[in-house]
Structure formats: structure tokens, C-alpha cells
């Protein structure tokens, strides 16, 4: 069993810069994957940006160049580091973690970035 609880989210103007936390309890496993996805009013659930235990990385090519994703396995917390904020940002941002257990999901964080 897996609780993520994420950090960070609120309101910053285009161009701005947020940086998102999401600390994780219970079990983490060297093969979990752990992530931030966004859902927009109306749209799916998708993802951001990935990361493994070793640091290899995944962007949705709609973030490649402004958001950064980085872990500390010693504290077992995820973070994204969101620069260049556009108004398309806007949306709730859920953390993930994803193993051979299946998928386990935050609250979530609303980021809006007024147009």
C-alpha cells in the first residue's frame, strides 16, 4: 500500500514558475514508478512527466524544456519543478506511483495560470 500526499499547487501568472511535492508512505519498491499526470476541466487524465528509481525520465512533449521532474529515494518525495507557465497548464495535478501492485494516485493539486 501506497499514500502520496501532493504540495505546491496555486495560482501563478504566465511566465511564472510553481514547484510541486508529493510525499510518499508505505512501500516504495526500487522498480515503483513515480510521476505527475493532469487532468484540465473536460479532458482525460494525462500524464506530465515519469521517473524511475534510477532517475530516467519521461515528458509529454507539451512540458520537454520547462517542467523538470526529479526524486529523492532517500526521503521517498517526487518533485516538479513547473517554469515558463502557460494558461494551457492550467489543470488539477495528481501524483503517481505505478509497480506490479498496480496504480496508486494523490488527491491532487489545482495549477492555474490565468490567461
Known amino acids: 500500500q501506497v499514500q502520496l500526499v501532493e504540495s505546491g499547487g496555486g495560482l501563478v501568472q504566465a511566465g511564472g514558475s510553481l514547484r510541486l511535492s508529493c510525499a510518499a508512505s508505505?512501500?516504495?519498491?526500487?522498480?515503483?514508478?513515480m510521476g505527475w499526470y493532469r487532468q484540465a476541466p473536460g479532458a482525460q487524465r494525462g500524464l506530465v512527466a515519469d521517473?524511475?528509481?534510477?532517475?530516467?525520465?519521461n515528458y509529454a512533449d507539451s512540458v520537454k524544456g520547462r517542467f523538470t521532474i526529479s526524486r529523492d529515494n532517500a526521503k521517498n518525495t517526487v518533485y516538479l519543478q513547473m517554469n515558463s507557465l502557460k494558461p494551457e497548464d492550467t489543470a488539477v495535478y495528481y501524483c503517481s506511483a505505478h509497480d506490479r501492485r498496480g496504480a496508486y494516485w494523490g488527491q491532487g493539486t489545482q495549477v492555474t495560470v490565468p490567461s
Open positions: 508505505g512501500t516504495i519498491f526500487s522498480t515503483t514508478i
Open positions: 521517473i524511475t528509481n534510477g532517475g530516467s525520465t
